[in-house]
């Protein structure tokens, strides 16, 4: 009976549609107008400027290094957007609300979540591409289109992600977890640009390391108005950093493994290597609020 389980469960994957992408329209999440709404008025300078754009100094991922890593192609009326995310459970996915979102109550009109790759435009074995509709995405309530604060989302999969060994639901931090890993080292990766002057993102799965600053140490970087609580920075020593394509994606420490502490948010809008840190949406901080919008149940 298990061996036939089994056996129903690969065929039922190996006959999933495979839905074609034409990656030629797709355009990071950075290159859309609401991303800019909700960056302070100092950095609108930035705009229309072409800062390095991609995981700066990192390198390409060993396949199914990240197995929790997702890209995400939301669609608005003005294109489709390229972002990061990770896998909450079997039917739900993590990432940021302004990949999500493209106004006050503007939802992506749907898209697509693209699970278990290392190389995305190549039809991988543990490569899962599933769509997700408008009714499956839940903002936080609280964020805004020009604001940077509770940029925080969930979506419910139109179907659920078969799990394996390159496809695994990320650990968050448990209800009872406090510390704010300031000096752990941490991980950051995605699948953004790799290239300014041919603006591609990189088909494979890069990533770079630094270590996760306090929130003291932060504010001293960027203020007391961009930094609250609700967020954790990754220093940007080494020019390494998050960048355009990587919004929503994971950072991680290793604590007995891989374990999600923040959800790219933003970063320098100077260039991704000028040496700023980068700023995540803190997981533990809306551990409660993931729970209560999605089927992912926290550790005590």
């Given at each position: 009976m298990k061996t036939f389980a089994l056996l129903v469960g690969l065929l039922a994957v190996a006959s999933a549609e495979w839905i074609d992408i034409d990656w030629s329209k797709v355009r990071p999440i950075e290159d859309f107008d609401h991303y800019w709404a909700r960056l302070p008025a100092e950095l609108q300078v930035y705009r229309h400027m072409r800062p390095s754009a991609r995981i700066v100094n990192g390198q390409e991922a060993t396949p199914g290094q990240f197995p929790y890593q997702i890209a995400l192609l939301s669609e608005f009326l003005t294109g489709t957007g390229l972002c990061g995310g990770s896998v909450?459970?079997?039917?739900?996915?993590?990432?940021?609300?302004?990949?999500?979102?493209?106004?006050?109550?503007?939802?992506?009109t749907g898209g697509t979540a693209i699970i278990g790759a290392h190389n995305r435009n190549v039809q991988e074995p543990s490569q899962q591409r599933i769509r997700f509709s408008t009714s499956g995405i839940v903002r936080h309530p609280q964020y805004t289109p020009t604001?940077?604060?509770?940029?925080?989302?969930?979506?419910?999969?139109?179907?659920?992600?078969?799990?394996?060994?390159?496809?695994?639901?990320?650990r968050l931090p448990a209800r009872s977890d406090t510390r704010?890993?300031?000096?752990?080292?941490?991980?950051?990766?995605?699948?953004?640009?790799?290239?300014?002057?041919?603006?591609?993102?990189?088909?494979?799965?890069r990533f770079t390391t630094n270590p996760?600053?306090?929130n003291a140490?932060?504010?001293?970087?960027?203020?007391?108005?961009?930094?609250?609580p609700q967020n954790v920075c990754l220093s940007g020593e080494g020019g390494r950093s998050s960048c355009n394509g990587d919004s929503g994606g994971p950072l991680a420490v290793q604590d007995g493994?891989?374990?999600?502490?923040?959800?790219?948010?933003?970063?320098?809008?100077?260039?991704?290597?000028?040496?700023?840190?980068?700023?995540?949406?803190?997981?533990?901080?809306?551990?409660?609020?993931?729970?209560?919008?999605?089927d992912f149940v926290a550790r005590p």
């Open positions: 909450l459970t079997n039917n739900y996915i993590l990432t940021a609300a302004h990949c999500v979102v493209s106004g006050a109550t503007t939802l992506a604001n940077i604060r509770n940029d925080i989302a969930v979506v419910r999969l139109n179907s659920p992600i078969t799990f394996n060994a390159r496809v695994q639901p990320a704010q890993f300031g000096g752990v080292i941490g991980t950051v990766s995605g699948f953004g640009r790799t290239s300014d002057a041919t603006q591609g993102t990189s088909a494979v799965v996760v600053m306090t140490d932060c504010i001293a970087r960027w203020n007391t108005v961009l930094i609250q493994g891989s374990l999600q502490i923040g959800v790219v948010s933003f970063g320098s809008a100077a260039g991704c290597s000028v040496g700023m840190p980068s700023v995540y949406a803190r997981v533990s901080f809306f551990l409660g609020w993931i729970e209560a919008n999605s």
